[in-house]
């Protein structure tokens, strides 16, 4: 299991889990039910041929949709089947009209079919399998403190994407990471509304992605989107948490901590703005 972070304000959080990510995930690995769950899926993996053959094998099918953030679709099995059967060179397949990004991420990892047409996949292959089951943990980790706080969760998933993103569409495909790049850019909710090709250029204006590959850059987004979200969506703080005491007790930690003032503007927005 995951550290408790109930009643740490988001920073600290943050703080006390960078601390311990190793030793988080070494845990989670060792965890019975985890354990077992990515013997599963490296036992039988490799004799599954057909998008079919996957979703009617529940416990493998059930761990790629976890390692891929769709637990709430496991029971969509036809919908599933579909995507990955999709033929992504047609731009009216069912994979290609769906805005959200994890089902584009099951469909290439699982390869079935390919813009060079349908295939038989190798899974087999070790290093594909451990890709897979790392992706499964790292999302285990990610949603176990999601489920905690919110904002800790959008940070994380930002940290995972943070590569990746090569264009605005690729953020605007994601809800988390259109929460985080709004919040940190001090962009009104509202501006979902717009076409997304009108969104895609609002932000471009605000932001050049460019900046992500400097790291001192992602952790100034961080700091901005955690502090905005903490005014406006306080987390609460306990001075008896548990993870409080952790943190407290944590030497290589607690020297790592400083302190530091927000100088952040007023947060108030009217859509109007966007057409001025």
Same mark, same amino acid.
């Given at each position: 299991?995951?550290?408790?972070?109930?009643? &740490?304000?988001?920073? &600290?959080? &943050? /703080?006390?889990? *960078?601390?311990?990510?190793?030793?988080?995930?070494?845990?989670?690995?060792?965890?019975?039910?985890?354990?077992?769950? +990515?013997?599963?899926?490296?036992?039988? =993996?490799?004799?599954?041929?057909? %998008?079919?053959?996957?979703?009617?094998?529940?416990?493998?099918?059930?761990?790629?949709?976890? +390692?891929?953030?769709?637990?709430?679709?496991?029971? +969509?099995?036809?919908?599933?089947?579909?995507?990955?059967?999709?033929?992504?060179?047609?731009?009216?397949?069912?994979? /290609?009209?769906?805005?959200?990004?994890?089902?584009?991420?099951?469909?290439?990892?699982?390869?079935?079919?390919?813009?060079?047409?349908?295939?038989?996949?190798?899974?087999? /292959?070790?290093?594909?399998?451990?890709?897979?089951? *790392?992706?499964?943990?790292?999302?285990?980790?990610?949603?176990?403190?999601?489920?905690?706080?919110? =904002?800790?969760?959008?940070?994380?998933?930002?940290?995972?994407?943070?590569?990746?993103?090569?264009?605005?569409?690729?953020?605007?495909?994601?809800?988390?990471?259109?929460?985080?790049?709004?919040? +940190?850019?001090?962009?009104?909710?509202?501006?979902?509304?717009?076409?997304? *090709?009108?969104?895609?250029?609002?932000?471009?204006?605000?932001?050049? &992605?460019?900046?992500?590959?400097? %790291?001192?850059?992602?952790?100034?987004? =961080?700091?901005?989107?955690?502090?905005?979200?903490?005014?406006? /969506?306080?987390?609460?703080?306990?001075?008896?948490?548990?993870?409080?005491?952790?943190?407290?007790?944590?030497?290589?930690?607690?020297?790592?901590? =400083?302190?530091?003032?927000?100088?952040?503007?007023?947060?108030?927005?009217?859509?109007?703005?966007?057409?001025?």
């Amino acid at each position: 299991m995951v550290l408790s972070i109930s009643g &740490l304000n988001s920073q &600290l959080a &943050l /703080n006390l889990i *960078d601390s311990t990510q190793t030793r988080q995930l070494e845990s989670l690995q060792s965890e019975p039910q985890h354990a077992r769950a +990515a013997e599963q899926f490296r036992e039988r =993996i490799a004799s599954i041929t057909t %998008p079919k053959e996957l979703v009617q094998d529940f416990e493998v099918y059930s761990f790629v949709m976890k +390692a891929y953030d769709l637990e709430d679709h496991i029971f +969509a099995k036809g919908m599933i089947r579909k995507i990955l059967e999709s033929d992504p060179s047609d731009s009216s397949s069912l994979v /290609n009209k769906l805005t959200d990004s994890r089902f584009g991420e099951l469909h290439a990892a699982m390869g079935f079919t390919t813009e060079a047409g349908t295939q038989t996949p190798d899974f087999s /292959n070790s290093t594909w399998q451990d890709g897979i089951v *790392d992706q499964y943990f790292q999302q285990a980790y990610e949603t176990g403190y999601a489920d905690q706080n919110e =904002i800790v969760g959008s940070v994380l998933e930002f940290r995972q994407q943070a590569g990746e993103i090569e264009n605005w569409y690729n953020v605007l495909s994601n809800e988390t990471l259109t929460e985080f790049f709004q919040t +940190a850019l001090s962009l009104p909710t509202e501006l979902s509304g717009l076409d997304v *090709d009108k969104q895609a250029e609002i932000m471009a204006e605000k932001f050049d &992605l460019a900046d992500l590959a400097d %790291p001192a850059e992602r952790e100034r987004l =961080i700091n901005r989107y955690t502090a905005i979200s903490e005014i406006l /969506n306080p987390q609460g703080y306990s001075a008896t948490s548990s993870a409080l005491t952790i943190l407290q007790s944590t030497s290589s930690l607690s020297s790592s901590i =400083i302190e530091i003032t927000w100088d952040i503007a007023p947060v108030s927005f009217s859509s109007y703005s966007l057409y001025r």
